[in-house]
């Protein structure tokens, strides 16, 4: 169960709403800098971030994409959610970008239920193909890329074709 699908949120936001709610052991320094060239490409988007418990978490992530020329201004860091919570922070995203190598699994179904599509960067081993799987499976093989400049592209591309978004957020569940 959880809460319905919402309206897409860049059409009352004007502006995108990027996400990452995985484990924050999966955010890496590469990943980081993937995710802070897509947020300076499209400087009137925005990106929650999943970070942990406390100062700590939020500092370490904040300051990966300070180093990547990214600040605050685009960031929205979050701690662990209720699942109640977890399911209606949906409701104001976008895109999700998946992390690499670990990819999602729950996480990216969970995107996908809520209407809301997710790119990936797929590799050689298990691990990080996940994303893949899944999403060939939901239909959505072009969102799944094999480096990170294509993951960049995709994700930017994803982002200014609102009507592209709208359809897969009435269509995805």
């Known amino acids: 169960s959880g809460p319905e699908v919402g309206p897409l949120p860049a059409s009352r936001a004007g502006a995108i709403t990027f996400a990452c709610l995985q ?7 590469e990943m980081v800098g993937a995710w802070s060239e897509i947020l300076m490409r499209l400087p009137e988007s925005r990106m ?3 970070t942990g418990i406390g100062r700590k978490g939020n500092e370490h992530v904040a300051g990966s994409f300070q180093r990547h020329g990214v600040g605050s201004g685009q960031l929205r ?9 977890y399911y209606r922070l949906f409701h104001e995203i976008d895109v999700c970008l998946d992390s690499y190598p670990y990819t999602g699994c729950n996480s990216t179904a969970d995107a996908l239920w809520m209407g809301v599509p997710v790119v990936t960067r797929a590799g050689p081993t298990c691990v990080t193909r996940l994303g893949l799987s899944t999403l060939v499976l939901a239909g959505l093989a072009d969102l799944v890329t094999d480096s990170f400049e294509q993951y960049a592209e995709t994700a930017i591309r994803l982002a200014q074709d609102l009507p592209r978004l709208r359809t897969l957020r009435a269509t995805l569940r």
């Open 23 to 29: 484990n924050p052991a999966k955010i890496t320094e």
């Open 48 to 50: 929650i971030v999943l």
């Open 77 to 85: 860091l979050i701690e662990p959610l209720s699942r109640e919570n």
